[in-house]
């Protein structure tokens, strides 16, 4: 059994597909194809159904997707912290962040991390919550940041600091006025949201649900640079970040009433060593939510609470 047949079954199961699986692995499809069987003559068991262009687990392949992704891990954190042991705070570190974070939390200051450990390797993916999930327990990620909570039981999260949630709508709205909003005046409201899949969007539906809001969304998409100018158009109205929100142009941002914020930290895999590039960059992290003082923005911000992820 060799690294990487393990290494292309995983990438197989995970999407469903010998000809995606290559495309992630950076490999020729029967390349990939061949390593498969020869991974299941080892085995002595067919560890896939193959179902014209997709592919689904045997019972053999479902036994043993769990604990080739262990062997994974295991073998990456390995070369991880010998590397880091090697080159001190340096080494390869790949960071996962959700699209409402990384242009507006990360972008604008991973540079000062870069200028203080320039010997990181630092490589950064964007992605939705459930596929950094993924990444992380093919250990492709170390770490992601995300909105809280994460429901995973094999994911340790911390979190950073809350946010509070604004009310986005346009300059003729009938709240446009209003000093705040509360939840109960969202009722009968047209609302543009992000697309199942981003976190935030499960935080905007909590808040519909306690309006008793149907859900009924007019517009669905992957970022808020589409939302905000349908918004001011007058469209119908959205629930955005604070960090977000403040991008709005030609929009009026109204708070909601209190409690009503995100919680925003980052997660791991649970059995996870985390070497020394990594607990740089989540000093760092805590660093500079202390030195912005989110924690002043909230209340209960700032805390780092690290144990497992609740379930949403």
């Known amino acids: 059994m060799e690294f990487h047949q393990l290494r292309y079954f995983c990438a197989v199961a995970r999407t469903g597909s010998f000809t995606r699986a290559a495309v992630e692995e950076g490999v020729a499809q029967p390349s990939l194809s061949q390593q498969i069987v020869k991974l299941e003559q080892t085995m002595g068991s067919k560890l896939f159904d193959r179902l014209g262009r997709s592919v689904e687990l045997t019972e053999y392949g479902r036994t043993l997707l769990p604990q080739a992704l262990a062997i994974l891990r295991q073998v990456n954190e390995a070369r991880g912290t010998l590397e880091s042991l090697r080159r001190g705070v340096g080494g390869h570190l790949s960071v996962g962040c959700i699209p409402t974070l990384t242009p507006y939390f990360l972008a604008p200051r991973i540079s000062d991390f870069t200028r203080r450990f320039p010997d990181v390797d630092l490589r950064l993916m964007e992605e939705t919550t459930p596929k950094l999930v993924e990444l992380l327990q093919t250990a492709k990620l170390d770490l992601a940041l995300v909105g809280l909570p994460v429901n995973s039981p094999e994911m340790l999260c911390s979190e950073l600091f809350r946010e509070p949630i604004w009310v ?30 981003h976190c935030f969007r499960d935080d905007a539906l909590r808040i519909c649900k306690r309006a008793r809001l149907p859900f009924e969304p007019i517009f669905e998409t992957d970022q808020f640079s589409s939302i905000f100018p349908l918004v001011a158009s007058g469209l119908g109205i959205t629930l955005a970040p604070q960090m977000a929100a403040h ?66």
């Open 168 to 197: 986005v709508v346009g300059p003729g709205h009938r709240l446009a006025e209003n000093d705040y909003v509360k939840v109960a005046d969202l009722r009968g409201e047209k609302m543009v949201l992000l697309k199942e899949g």
């Open 247 to 312: 991008t709005a142009q030609e929009c009026r941002l109204l708070p909601l009433e209190r409690d009503t914020f995100r919680r925003v930290g980052y997660i791991r895999v649970r059995r996870h060593v985390a070497g020394a590039a990594q607990g740089a960059f989540v000093k760092w992290l805590r660093e500079t939510v202390r030195a912005e003082d989110w924690s002043a923005r909230t209340a209960g911000a700032g805390r780092a609470i690290e144990g497992q992820c609740a379930v949403s």
